[in-house]
């Protein structure tokens, strides 16, 4: 028997159990919350609204009973039982000589907040300390900018000290004007009224110029900053694995790169620059206050710490709402560009209604956010009005009895008054700053958020794998190794990290030769394109090795290996601009040098793309955004003369025809036998059709379970009516009439003896390449 004691500081449950050998081992339980969902009704009833007060498993290993129980609680409450499967995921093991900070939590008990959380309606994530952390980050990446930021203060000094040399000048002219009776005799500084104000008025002027020349400054920096933090953003997207794009939607991404960014840049310089302008300001103000009258400004200063504390709570309300606002937004764009993107499909279906009914349910979400953010401000904002108003007759009361006892002059008294309202002014604008600052603070959390992932797979590190159209010149010093298209799975285990449970593969092994020309068959679902995006370096097996030519994948930087491999998709997507933009993208730099027009052509009339000479302008005719401007089959064509052009000693093709005619597909399947036989090529099919299917020599067929169930030539296969291949193709009405017709049109071919014909499966000789291993399960070696 043992109990799981209640580590506050780690907020997790932690359990000693000692085995049959008596060896203590500790497990983990997660929070109460989760572990009640997970028990009987009763119990749910019965037990804490944070805490689990008493718990009995059994059977969690090797016959153990373990007793939980709450220690923060004095009283045990009655016991329940509850029987746990040995792999349930709430119990997780881990070395006793594992620290506790290595525990990995599902879920954290949930914390009591403080009073501050609570009053502001603040999670514990949104009220911490990590604000002005990520104000200093953004202020590192505008250092660059150092030097016009220096000007930019330099220039805003000047302005500000000119403007708060106005209220003592005012006094000045003032008390001039009570002791003086002609204007002529007026003397300030010893200058005249009219000449003392001609000189302020170019003081003014001057003032004028500098703050022009600031605010341009200060918009150049923040340019500068949005582009940087835009740009960096961008380039860690880039870096990113297919896990990242798995887990964050589009519209987030959006809405973080545009309107986030935007929202730092803001906060970070203009808003800055106000910062520091109300500042000098109020510091100014405050020194010549206490000048003219240090009783006075004893008085005002009795308002300051609650109008600081009251700025502090609203400065933490408003990040929180920032983030909350950012995050809608987000939300917001997300949903709206999965529409936009499905509007065909929302149109087919007629379901406006429903996804503007979904759409509006963000939109209210956000306006939500943003009344809040509405009554928060004028809160604040009405609040300290008042409190300034009040401060200001206040002083009005106390400086008019300090004129009749002679303590102060009225042109003292009225450049008091004068400095109260710019300090008042400073301190609102104060308020403003740190309010957008907390804005900018939340929206920046949310960029460094992303920013701060790291990529699971080593986009750029490794050996260079380069085809024999791309080696450079010095190919050792660059360490570039020739791919020969030999491809090797070991006992590939993988599954989706969004689908954790949800097994793909678990060994996985298949052996293809250089040169082999091969169709990966299989029922949908059961992994067929996820072996190409393995291959592709879009994922990390779990467990198991993919090699090439010999050496492990991961040896090679993921970039190489991509520019290297040639690959079309069922769907592809191609960039907005010309045919002749598209083919050519892509190209690794040593190889876009040497690219010719003809090469151009070359690749085009390899692809079937015979369309493009019937177009008003041929290759230089824009295809419009993805390639809207043209067809389905044309995109497929345009696609696969895009991977031709680079000659790639490996070449996949994920249902790359599937949009083709059969008169299309009938030449390309040519172009590619041909391009195999000179150049060698590996070409890894992924298909369905069985005219696909027919063209290749070797057939590996998946089953349900995602391990080769099944492999050999196509016309062995197909011949036999018991093999797996002839099965699933006849499993669908469309692949037994496809079947019906090749079988109606192989005899044909046998009576007219017409072995040239289109239908006949293809195949080259069987002595050319090395012959098609594939383990079974990691069990068995069989040999085609």
Request: proline share 3%.
């Amino acid at each position: 028997m043992s109990n799981y004691s209640l580590n506050k500081e780690k907020s997790q449950y932690i359990v000693n159990i000692n085995d049959k050998n008596n060896i203590s081992k500790q497990y983990f339980a997660i929070s109460a919350k989760t572990v009640t969902k997970a028990l009987k009704p009763d119990l749910q009833a019965k037990a804490s609204r944070r805490y689990i007060t008493e718990v009995k498993v059994h059977q969690i290993k090797n016959g153990e009973t373990v007793k939980v129980t709450d220690l923060s609680t004095e009283q045990q409450q009655d016991t329940h039982k509850n029987n746990l499967s040995k792999k349930d995921p709430l119990i997780k093991e881990y070395n006793q000589e594992d620290s506790p900070d290595k525990v990995i939590r599902s879920e954290e008990i949930p914390k009591k907040r403080s009073w501050k959380e609570r009053l502001l309606d603040i999670s514990h994530d949104d009220s911490n300390t990590a604000t002005f952390t990520e104000v200093w980050r953004l202020l590192k990446l505008g250092r660059r900018d150092l030097p016009l930021f220096i000007l930019a203060m330099i220039l805003l000094t000047l302005s500000a000290s000119i403007v708060m040399a106005l209220p003592k000048v005012t006094g000045l002219i003032l008390d001039a004007t009570k002791n003086f009776t002609v204007l002529e005799d007026i003397d300030i500084y010893g200058f005249s009224l009219d000449i003392f104000l001609y000189i302020m008025g170019g003081l003014l002027l001057l003032s004028t110029a500098a703050t022009f020349t600031r605010i341009i400054l200060m918009r150049i920096i923040g340019e500068n900053l949005v582009s940087r933090l835009r740009s960096s953003f961008m380039k860690n997207l880039y870096l990113q694995d297919m896990t990242f794009y798995d887990k964050n939607k589009v519209g987030d991404l959006i809405s973080r790169l545009s309107s986030d960014a935007y929202v730092v840049s803001k906060s970070i310089t203009q808003n800055a620059s106000d910062g520091i302008k109300h500042s000098l300001i109020l510091s100014s103000s405050l020194t010549m206050m206490f000048i003219l009258s240090t009783k006075l400004s004893l008085v005002m200063l009795a308002f300051s710490p609650p109008l600081l504390f009251f700025s502090y709570l609203y400065g933490l309300k408003i990040r929180s709402l920032s983030r909350q606002l950012q995050q809608a937004t987000g939300a917001l764009t997300k949903v709206s560009e999965q529409q936009l993107n499905s509007i065909r499909t929302i149109q087919s279906f007629t379901a406006e209604v429903k996804e503007l009914h979904h759409y509006n349910n963000k939109i209210r979400r956000v306006w939500k956010i943003s009344f809040k953010d509405a009554v928060t401000n004028a809160t604040f904002f009405g609040s300290t009005g008042i409190l300034g108003n009040l401060t200001f007759l206040l002083t009005l009361g106390l400086g008019t009895r300090f004129v009749l006892n002679g303590s102060m002059t009225v042109g003292d008294l009225t450049a008091y008054l004068i400095y109260t309202e710019y300090c008042g002014s400073a301190t609102f604008g104060i308020s403003n700053f740190y309010t957008e600052l907390f804005k900018g603070a939340g929206a920046a959390s949310r960029l460094f958020e992303m920013l701060d992932i790291k990529p699971s797979i080593d986009p750029i590190h490794g050996n260079k794998l380069v085809s024999k159209a791309n080696i450079s010149k010095n190919p050792v010093d660059n360490k570039e190794i020739i791919c020969k298209g030999h491809i090797k799975f070991e006992n590939v285990g993988f599954t989706y990290p969004t689908r954790p449970d949800n097994q793909i593969f678990k060994k996985l092994s298949f052996d293809i030769p250089a040169g082999s020309n091969v169709c990966i068959v299989g029922p949908s679902g059961r992994g067929k394109s996820t072996i190409a995006s393995l291959l592709l370096r879009f994922y990390q097996p779990n467990s198991g090795k993919i090699l090439i030519d010999g050496q492990n994948i991961n040896d090679f930087s993921v970039h190489s290996v991509r520019q290297t491999f040639g690959f079309v998709q069922q769907e592809p997507v191609l960039i907005e601009g010309t045919i002749d933009e598209n083919i050519r993208y892509g190209l690794p730099p040593n190889l876009a040098r040497k690219i010719t027009y003809a090469d151009v052509e070359w690749a085009a009339q390899k692809a079937n793309c015979d369309f493009i000479y019937s177009l008003r302008d041929g290759f230089n005719t824009n295809i419009g955004p993805r390639g809207s401007l043209l067809s389905g089959g044309q995109r497929q064509k345009v696609a696969l003369a895009r991977c031709l052009i680079k000659e790639p000693p490996v070449l996949i093709l994920d249902e790359a025809t599937s949009a083709l005619d059969g008169k299309s597909e009938s030449a390309i399947n040519e172009t590619l036998e041909r391009l195999m036989r000179v150049g060698n090529m590996t070409t890894i099919s992924i298909a369905h059709r069985l005219s696909t299917i027919e063209r290749c020599e070797d057939i590996l067929v998946l089953g349900y379970d995602g391990s080769i169930v099944e492999h050999g030539k196509f016309r062995d296969l197909w011949a036999d009516k018991n093999s797996r291949l002839w099965k699933l193709l006849n499993t669908t009405p469309i692949h037994k009439h496809e079947a019906e017709e090749e079988e109606k049109a192989t005899e044909k071919k046998e009576d007219s003896k017409n072995s040239n014909s289109t239908l006949t499966p293809t195949s080259t000789n069987s002595s050319k390449h090395p012959k098609i291993t594939v383990t079974a399960n990691a069990e068995s070696v069989v040999t085609a």
